[in-house]
């Protein structure tokens, strides 16, 4: 009998948390950051997009994003047609997926052929520091470990989504900031603004006593500190791009095709291996 995979995101609590994010003409750093990425990447595609499509779960941050865009919610079935866009943008969701690859399917079903998609997560270097102050607290305090912060993909592997979602020339590259925060709190109070609180379907439902938080801070400081007393936090995003496939774009050539020998191009002179070659200690 096949199992289900349990969900790993409690979709009322996230939903939750992002209804909390104020709809400002400022959106959160990230975000920023993430909109003037791929206006940048946009720019250097030889290419205008008419009928572009954002998937978010924040569209009071991405709702101006792109001139006429369709903003849909990043429900486990996306509401797009089929074949409907030329530029898919999935917008700081993935990493809360219960099935990234399924969201990355529904995306290319949504684009024409030779369509973009452009996506944007958190990676695995995210939080690394809030992640090991929090385990090392709670390990003093309880002996034990409970889920307080997601679990995030890191890069090798999500090239490889792509392929399996059908995108052609994929690539997944990322961008590492690092953040000085005077406090603990005002970490917290970006993450909450960010819609980026805890909603692991894991988590501890109980009361979180003051105590762990201190314990947090202390080994925080001590460990993750610049020389001015500031903590430092690590947010990774990884920017993933793909094209819907299309008999116009660009294929490798067959082994053995190629009509001009590698030393010919590099102006080299070729010297043939011998037919056979001794191995010391054969003989």
């Known amino acids: 009998m096949t199992r289900?995979?349990?969900?790993?995101?409690?979709?009322?609590?996230?939903?939750?948390?992002?209804a909390r994010?104020?709809?400002?003409?400022?959106?959160?750093?990230?975000?920023?950051?993430?909109?003037?990425?791929?206006?940048?990447?946009?720019?250097?595609?030889?290419?205008?997009?008419?009928?572009?499509?954002?998937?978010t779960g924040l569209p009071q941050l991405w709702a101006d994003f792109l001139p006429d865009a369709r903003v849909v919610a990043d429900d486990p079935v996306l509401d797009l047609q089929e074949g409907a866009h030329d530029l898919v943008v999935h917008v700081?969701?993935?990493?809360?997926?219960?099935?990234?690859?399924?969201?990355?399917?529904?995306?290319?079903?949504?684009?024409?052929?030779?369509?973009?998609?452009?996506?944007?997560?958190?990676?695995?270097?995210?939080?690394?520091?809030?992640?090991?102050?929090?385990?090392?607290?709670?390990?003093?305090?309880?002996?034990?470990?409970?889920?307080?912060?997601?679990?995030?993909?890191?890069i090798r592997d999500l090239g490889a989504l792509l392929q399996r979602a059908g995108l052609a020339l994929p690539v997944a590259d990322s961008l590492t900031q690092s953040v000085a925060y005077g406090t603990i709190q005002r970490l917290f109070d970006d993450l909450r603004a960010m819609g980026e609180r805890n909603a692991l379907a894991a988590r501890r439902r109980s009361f979180t006593p003051p105590a762990l938080f201190r314990r947090t801070e202390q080994t925080y400081a001590a460990h993750y500190s610049d020389n001015a007393g500031r903590i430092m936090a690590t947010f990774e995003l990884i920017f993933l791009t793909g094209w819907a496939p299309d008999a116009s774009q660009p294929r490798p050539l067959r082994p053995g095709s190629a009509k001009v020998a590698l030393a010919d191009a590099l102006g080299s002179v070729e010297t043939p291996l011998p037919d056979q070659v001794k191995i010391p200690g054969n003989d």
């Open 4 to 18: 289900t995979p349990p969900e790993l995101t409690d979709r009322a609590a996230l939903l939750r948390n992002r």
């Open 21 to 55: 994010v104020n709809d400002t003409r400022q959106p959160p750093f990230l975000h920023q950051i993430a909109q003037e990425e791929f206006q940048f990447r946009l720019s250097m595609v030889n290419r205008s997009f008419n009928s572009p499509a954002i998937v």
């Open 92 to 154: 700081m969701a993935l990493h809360w997926s219960s099935d990234p690859v399924g969201q990355l399917v529904q995306a290319r079903r949504a684009l024409r052929p030779d369509g973009l998609f452009l996506g944007v997560l958190l990676g695995g270097q995210t939080l690394k520091e809030l992640r090991s102050a929090l385990a090392q607290a709670e390990s003093d305090l309880t002996g034990g470990l409970s889920p307080r912060v997601l679990p995030m993909a890191e």
